[in-house]
């Protein structure tokens, strides 16, 4: 959006035909970043922007946000205050509290941060702090995405609000987020460990004679589609990476677990 932006204030045909410098860096900066990612509303603001300052040698964010009514976030050099906002709607998303969550959503929209920002951190957010306490916080989150690309704002703003409550509302798990970091932690130390000939693929002669797939057992011939046979690499069999919590959904997936470890134990001593 800044290059069309930039093209558009420049070029004498297609454009303004105006000097490259007429709007300041941080005036561009903020035209694009209250633009929704619409380079048609982009090139609206800024045509307004000038229309409004034309006799100025140059425009800044402050003319800006003047002509288009939208306030910039109060960004420091570093831009500390835009991540003090997005940290403030976390943790309150995290601490379940709806109230804190909009309360810092609103901030957010009304300084012209960016919503598919906001979009993509909760979509994050229920991956690492719902995870598998609520699995329908991700579909709520990816839906709330395409909601509002189809709506864009002003209607597309309660799409937000209403992913943002029903994330502070769910149950909370990073067990997944724990999870994944275990397993990675193991790999690096562990190194690259080979497949198991059991469960590796076998489409031909060779690989058959190899012992490649010998001694698989298909889950869906046994009862509940389970066999107790081992999945992982020899070295790290008895490793467990997953340790689902009593919270939400999860709890039903924790017993699901237990019960087939109780069952896998019991085959192995049988």
Known sequence: ILVILKRALVHKESG??????????????HIAGVSDGDARIALTNMETAILHFSEKKQIDIK?????????????DKAGEEHYNL???????????DPDAAI????????AGDDPYYMLRRMIRFATEDVGMADPGALTMALNASVSYRMLGQP??????FQVA?????APKSNAVYMAHKKVKKTIEKKGYSPVPLHIRNAPTKLMKDLDYGKGYQYAHDHKDAFVP????????EDEAFYFPTDRGYEKIVKKRLESWIKFKNTDNES
């Open 229 to 236: 046979q081992s999945y992982l690499p020899d070295d790290i």
């Open 165 to 169: 409550i029903y994330l502070a509302t």
């Open 155 to 160: 209607e597309g703003d309660d799409v937000l």
């Open 16 to 29: 303004l035909g105006l000097e490259s410098n007429k709007l300041s860096d941080a005036a561009f900066d």
């Open 103 to 110: 309360y810092w959503l609103e901030r957010m929209l009304m």
């Open 63 to 75: 003319d800006v946000e003047k002509a288009i009514e939208k306030k910039s976030l109060l960004y």
């Open 86 to 96: 997005i940290s403030a709607f976390i943790k309150s998303m995290r601490g379940s």
